[in-house]
């Protein structure tokens, strides 16, 4: 049996899924005909996407009533059964997403139904983002934009797609750690606070990424911080963006009439393409909208400059 997979595997799955499965093939055609636009600001820009295939997910209810009413759609017995997969480590299965963001969209879910929890995976995403380098990984918490909040996974699309790739080469930041083999940064003036983890030495990453997520809080009721991680790896090194969420929608969600805007933002949001479902938000949606939606669901200045504090204080 194969054990280490590679970007190839993950595009001949692709290829394979396209020609046998009808409802994935149409989705990614319709790919061709999504409707995007940019929107500048202060040396970055953020893309919006008018994407109607990601109703689904972006309205997703995701209460604990709804999600005991539905089957888990990412067990292996609920699969359909033209759905196949490629093994990762014995512990999770790469699928071709049905449901497209990216041209090359995956997800990776455990075989086991269990929480979607990360303090114990991250550094399997690590080792996903170095076997498969051609793609960019990225983990929604439970609250933060996941849609199967039940069911461990990871999502993965094509590098380069995101804006906040080449983002983090250029925008301000301010360096908050930085030891052998390892450089944690604060954006600055990036609309959405959080922290970009650069590492030659995946162990550093990991040690680092435990430390930061017992420095942030776990609200009532949850089993971790909320916070959404993009993650890639270029020329030996890891890149991981953290972003800590402050809550899982903004009000623009929840309203009524004009001022309603259905937005969920996860990962893919906050990495720079904002995904509206349907057209009167992508016509309307505003720079001020953005900047409002990003700042009210991420943590705010005041929490990341006590989180940044707490940082620099960690024992050298």
């Not at 919006?48 to 209810?61: C, D, L, T, Y």
């Not at 963001?101 to 399997?124: A, C, G, M, S």
């Amino acid at each position: 049996m194969k054990t280490h997979v590679t970007s190839d595997d993950a595009k001949s799955l692709l290829l394979e899924q396209l020609q046998e499965w009808e409802q994935a093939r149409l989705n990614y055609e319709a790919l061709a005909n999504v409707e995007s636009k940019e929107k500048s600001f202060d040396g970055f820009v953020i893309k919006v996407q008018f994407n109607p295939g990601r109703i689904q997910s972006s309205a997703a209810k995701v209460d604990t009533k709804s999600i005991q009413e539905r089957k888990c759609f990412l067990c292996p017995a609920n699969l359909p059964l033209v759905q196949k997969g490629i093994p990762f480590e014995n512990t999770y299965q790469i699928l071709v997403n049905p449901f497209p963001i990216f041209p090359q969209h995956f997800t990776i879910p455990t075989y086991e139904h269990v929480d979607q929890l990360v303090l114990n995976r991250y550094k399997e995403m690590l080792a996903l983002a170095k076997d498969l380098n051609e793609y960019t990984f990225f983990y929604n918490g439970p609250k933060c934009g996941a849609s199967a909040p039940d069911h461990a996974h990871f999502q993965a699309g094509s590098k380069g797609f995101m804006p906040i790739e080449e983002d983090v080469k250029q925008i301000d930041k301010e360096i908050v750690l930085e030891t052998e083999g390892l450089t944690v940064s604060a954006f600055k003036k990036y609309l959405r606070n959080g922290f970009l983890i650069e590492a030659e030495d995946k162990d550093r990453a990991v040690d680092f990424f435990k430390e930061l997520y017992s420095l942030q809080e776990i609200k009532e009721g949850e089993k971790e911080p909320m916070m959404n991680i993009i993650s890639w790896y270029e020329d030996g090194k890891w890149f991981s963006c953290i972003f800590p969420r402050a809550k899982h929608r903004p009000a623009c969600f929840f309203a009524e009439g004009d001022y309603n805007i259905l937005i969920s933002p996860a990962s893919v949001d906050l990495g720079g393409v904002l995904i509206t479902p349907l057209e009167k938000d992508f016509n309307k949606i505003t720079s001020k909208d953005i900047e409002t939606i990003l700042k009210e669901v991420c943590i705010s200045d005041v929490d990341m400059m006590i989180l940044i504090k707490k940082i620099k204080d960690l024992p050298k």
